[in-house]
């Protein structure tokens, strides 16, 4: 298997949200956005899969001088062979990669946050950086498309927060702000544990418009003439905030097992957005969240 086949096939079995934004993209474009996921995956999977400290971050040391061969050597993995590829052809800063990695790095360095101004950066890393990556790849004109990347991806991290939040507190990591915590009377054990209340619910709602407000962001940033080259980032923008709303639908009930949108729905929202930016149509992204 080469480089290109290894990061087509890691995206393609992941079936995560992001393999629905890519479908409709050309070949090219979606080969190379592939690699950007299988990085985005493997550095991921280091800390997420991992269990000795000093041997993750090893690990993250090597994924970082891996991004240094893609700029000025020659990388030895087959993922960043393939990226390497990529950033010879879209103009992806190598400063993005790097801050991937550093986002990834954080949960080794921290399980709490408590203030939104502290977990915002790590957000930015995670995922706002990888919008910033997608975009090179997927072009625009309008400067103004790099907020809208930053302010999605940041959307989009906060509903996976909301959604994974027992699982994450069963690690260790408690990603919502300590301080919202106390406002709303809720614990790091009530996470934990589970336990469905008027107080997490009231939090949740908080947290909820938060997220929304980052997509309402990211969608007023949007540039028009740009719409039609970041078809793929709105399915992904779209997918998400369906997650948000199904979230919201259920009344929080996030410890009653994992909440996702239907495979079906995903098809539907790629195949909208696509036909909206062959037919030049803006009136998705104008869709108040």
């Given amino acids: 298997m080469n480089a290109t086949e290894f990061c087509s096939t890691l995206t393609r079995n992941s079936r995560s949200n992001f393999y629905y934004a890519f479908l409709f993209l050309p070949r090219r474009q979606r080969e190379a956005i592939y690699a950007v996921y299988a990085f985005c995956r493997i550095v991921d999977d280091v800390v997420d899969l991992g269990r000795d400290p000093e041997v993750q ?5 090597h994924w970082r001088r891996e991004v240094a061969r893609c700029f000025e050597g020659a990388p030895e993995e087959p993922v960043t062979q393939r990226l390497a590829q990529v950033v ?8 993005v990669l790097e801050e991937i990695i550093n986002g990834v ?4 360095e921290r399980s709490t946050y408590e203030t939104f101004d502290e977990l915002y950066p ?4 995670v995922a706002g950086a990888v919008g910033l990556a997608c975009i090179e790849i997927f072009g625009y004109t309008d400067p103004r498309a790099r907020d809208y990347a930053v302010n999605l991806g940041v959307a989009l991290q906060l509903t996976n927060i909301l959604r994974d939040l027992q699982a994450d507190a069963q690690r260790g990591r408690t990603y919502l702000p300590q301080e919202d915590l106390r406002r709303f009377g809720v614990g790091v054990e009530d996470l934990r544990l589970g336990r469905y ?19 309402r962001r990211a969608w ?4 028009a003439p740009d719409a039609r080259r970041l078809f793929a980032a709105e399915i992904m923008g779209r997918i ?15 410890f009653d097992g994992h909440i996702s949108v239907p495979v079906a729905t995903k098809l539907a929202i790629a195949l909208r957005c696509w036909a909206q930016a062959r037919l030049g149509a803006g009136a998705a992204r104008r869709e108040v969240a």
């Fill in 57 to 61: 971050r090893k690990e993250l040391a």
């Fill in 88 to 95: 010879r052809t879209f103009p992806i800063p190598r400063a």
């Fill in 105 to 108: 790095e954080m949960d080794l």
């Fill in 122 to 125: 790590y957000c930015y890393r």
């Fill in 197 to 215: 209340t008027p107080e997490f619910v009231a939090l949740m709602g908080f947290e909820a418009e938060r997220a929304r407000a980052f997509y």
């Fill in 220 to 223: 007023e940033a949007l540039p």
């Fill in 240 to 254: 998400y905030f369906a997650l948000l709303r199904t979230i919201e639908a259920r009344r929080y009930r996030v």
